[in-house]
T-cell receptor
Framework: DAGVIQSPRHEVTEMGQEVTLRCKPI?????LFWYRQTMMRGLELLIY????????DSGMPEDRFSAKMPNASFSTLKIQPSEPRDSAVYFC???????????FGPGTRLTVT | GNSVTQMEGPVTLSEEAFLTINCTYT??????LFWYVQYPGEGLQLLLK?????DKGSNKGFEATYRKETTSFHLEKGSVQVSDSAVYFC??????????FGAGTRLFVKA
């Protein structure tokens, strides 16, 4: 199994630009999570989906952030417009809901200048 | 609400030293408990888990015992190696969808 796949691995963009992060969960997993990790705030849960439906987006910091899961094998996290304070590592994770064990992707390191 | 508290780092040890990272939790019901490890430049990965009281999870020489009476799940290893340098996260799951993670404890092991 390839595990959770994220792209790109690194993204450098200028303030005001739109950024789209992509995630392919493990086949058969029915829950998907987006996290953000920074030195200052640690690991933060942004949003999670179950069976492609958003369940809780209370962790999304602002309206500039949006996430979609059009099918069971793909999700995106979009930031528009991006700001320097959005610089962080963004992780996608997937799981079987009844298990609780999450499988993390390698992360996307975002730098907004 | 549900929460996890783990000892602040960083923890710095010499190779072959004994490791303990404390973790306590607050939860309704009977959670499953986990330790995840994050190596530099990587995502979190499951290290071990325990699903009920008195269970011991173990992997790669690490152990943790689910103690309901003290609401704890401390991580231990008898002899650490330089390659164990990483950030360790304690976590709990009470059903539904969401896992609650602790703040993480960074471990440095010196040769």
């Amino acid at each position: 199994d390839a595990g959770v796949i994220q792209s790109p691995r690194h993204e450098v963009t200028e303030m005001g630009q739109e950024v789209t992060l992509r995630c392919k969960p493990i086949s058969g997993h029915n829950s998907l999570f987006w996290y953000r990790q920074t030195m200052m705030r640690g690991l933060e849960l942004l949003i999670y989906f179950n069976n492609n439906v958003p369940i809780d987006d209370s962790g999304m910091p602002e309206d500039r952030f949006s996430a979609k899961m059009p099918n069971a094998s793909f999700s995106t996290l979009k930031i528009q417009p991006s700001e320097p304070r959005d610089s962080a590592v963004y992780f996608c994770a997937s799981s079987l809901a009844q298990d609780g064990e999450q499988y993390f992707g390698p992360g996307t390191r975002l730098t907004v200048t | 609400g549900n929460s996890v508290t783990q000892m602040e780092g960083p923890v710095t040890l010499s190779e072959e030293a004994f490791l303990t990272i404390n973790c306590t939790y607050t939860a309704t019901g009977y959670p499953s408990l986990f330790w995840y490890v994050q190596y530099p430049g990587e995502g979190l990965q499951l290290l071990l888990k325990a699903t009920k009281a008195d269970d011991k999870g173990s992997n790669k020489g690490f152990e943790a015992t689910y103690r309901k009476e003290t609401t704890s799940f401390h991580l231990e290893k008898g002899s650490v190696q330089v390659s164990d340098s990483a950030v360790y996260f304690c976590a709990l799951y009470t059903g539904g969808f969401k896992t609650i993670f602790g703040a993480g404890t960074r471990l440095f092991v010196k040769a």
